[in-house]
């Protein structure tokens, strides 16, 4: 079953922040982020296990809600270079050779 | 290091055709994942090789199968080919640990008409 990425969209300016939701209804191993720039690959940004942690670097940080079944990815201060589709990738046993994404968030940073 | 190399970027087959991409790995992967990438269903797994063994299959029909080598090198086979199978194609590559995130390939871009 596919996560559900919360919301599908958004536009924000310079410096504002922004929250991407990703929700499963069955229970989660671990949890990744991924960016992808238009006409180019994914990248990985981080990756969550199960336990319920909270990771970031820079000025993006996720958090890991396993009884909630949830992920929540933190952009703050955004810049242009955030701009782009973020995808959630579930991994719902541990089996570490299989990724369900959600169908992903295109965030839009304006000047 | 040399990142995850898919061969060709571009494809234009006929319907009824069949195809076969490449995708090299990450020097030291041994995991390699396929991805089918479209605007209305978004990624969407295909298949998982690890040591030349297919781990994991996702739901597409046997017209899309796959292999790996002792290189790790992996190739993705689509046969009679449909106009839906027009997609971009991504491949993945992990040391498959906890902990590890995937990198993927700029991917290629098959067209059916």
């Known amino acids: 079953q596919q996560p559900v990425q919360s919301p599908q969209a958004v536009i924000l300016r310079e410096g504002e922040d922004a929250v991407i939701n990703c929700s499963s209804s069955?229970?989660?191993?671990?949890v990744h982020w991924y960016r992808q720039k238009h006409g180019e690959a994914p990248v990985f940004l981080m990756i969550l296990l199960k336990g319920g942690e909270q990771k970031g670097h820079d000025k993006i940080s996720a958090s890991f809600n396993e009884k909630k079944q949830q992920s929540s990815l933190y952009l703050t201060a955004s810049q242009l270079s955030y701009s782009g589709t973020y995808f959630c990738?579930?991994?719902?046993?541990?089996?570490?050779?299989?990724?369900?994404f959600g169908q992903g968030t295109t965030l839009q940073v304006k000047p | 290091k040399a990142g995850v190399t898919q061969t060709p970027r571009y494809l234009i087959k006929t319907r009824g055709q069949q195809v076969t991409l490449s995708c090299s790995p990450i020097?030291?992967?041994?995991?390699v994942s396929w991805y089918q990438q479209t605007p209305g269903q978004g990624l969407q797994f295909l298949f998982e090789?690890?040591?030349?063994?297919?781990?994991n299959k996702g739901n597409f029909p046997g017209r899309f199968s796959g292999r790996q080598f002792s290189n790790s090198r992996s190739e993705m086979n689509v046969s009679t080919l449909e106009l839906g199978d027009s997609a971009l194609y991504l491949c993945?590559?992990?040391?498959?640990?906890?902990?590890?995130?995937?990198?993927f390939g700029s991917g290629t871009r098959l067209t059916v008409v």
């Open positions: 090789y690890f040591s030349e063994t297919q781990r």
């Open positions: 990738g579930t991994d719902r046993s541990g089996n570490t050779g299989k990724l369900i």
């Open positions: 069955k229970a989660l191993y671990s």
């Open positions: 020097s030291g992967h041994r995991s």
């Open positions: 993945a590559s992990s040391l498959r640990t906890l902990g590890d995130g995937y990198t």
